[in-house]
T-cell receptor, first 115, second 118 residues
């Protein structure tokens, strides 16, 4: 079974609108961390936001917020006020307490922002 | 130089060649990683080095050979590769706690080396 599932291969959004990228995860660990990365066409993976399994509040970083629903095992990324520069691949990743140092990535969602 | 750098950015090689990918991190981190990113597949972790010791080797073929001479440098030596090894190879680094805990530091990635095997 996949540990990280991103069901949206591609998403389209208009500039200045908000968009939600879905991510569900599967783990039996009580302690884990969830990450979102952005990969523009240049190839570099850029860290966006982190949510710990014991964090009671949803993480926010500027225009990025993580909608963490622990019971449903989902960690959706919300981008508010989309910008043209947000067009990229977005990857959800998980680090389990039992998987010291290692991240497991989803297949990614391609986001295209139109003017 | 800042962050994580990788050279070369692009590499084309024949199946009989020997080449090396280089990664350098300028962040003072103590862990480094090699990932492989193929088209339409999730990132695959290949190797992990913590404090210069290899701690993970995810069933990677022996034609890929990592080397970590110090905490700032990581190499991936390539020999007798196959066309299916063509991919983007990403290096990353992070600052790991001596004891695993509930605080996870993010991994910082380099720009990658686009490898084509003919």
């Amino acid at each position: 079974a996949q540990k990280i599932t991103q069901t949206q291969p591609g998403m389209f959004v208009q500039e200045k609108e908000a968009v939600t990228l879905d991510c569900t995860y599967d783990t039996s660990d009580q302690s884990y961390g969830l990450f979102w990365y952005k990969q523009p066409s240049s190839g570099e993976m850029i860290f966006l936001i982190y949510q710990g399994s014991y964090d009671e509040q949803n993480a926010t970083e500027g225009r990025y917020s993580l909608n963490f629903q622990k019971a449903r095992k989902s960690a959706n990324l919300v981008i508010s006020a989309s910008q043209l520069g947000d067009s990229a691949m977005y990857f959800c990743a998980m680090r389990e307490d039992s998987g010291y140092s290692t991240l497991t990535f989803g297949k990614g969602t391609m986001l295209l922002v139109s003017p | 130089e800042t962050g994580v750098t990788q050279t070369p950015r692009h590499l084309v090689m024949g199946m009989t060649n020997k080449k090396s990918l280089k990664c350098e991190q300028h962040l003072g981190h103590n862990a480094m990683y090699w990932y492989k990113q193929s088209a339409k597949k999730p990132l695959e972790l290949m190797f992990v080095y913590n404090f210069k010791e290899q701690t993970e080797n995810n069933s990677v073929p022996s034609r890929f050979s990592p080397e970590c001479p110090n905490s700032s440098h990581l190499f991936l030596h390539l020999h007798t590769l196959q066309p299916e090894d063509s991919a983007l190879y990403l290096c990353a680094s992070s600052q790991e706690l001596i004891e695993a805990g509930t605080h996870y530091n993010e991994q910082f990635f380099g720009p990658g080396t686009r490898l084509t095997v003919l």
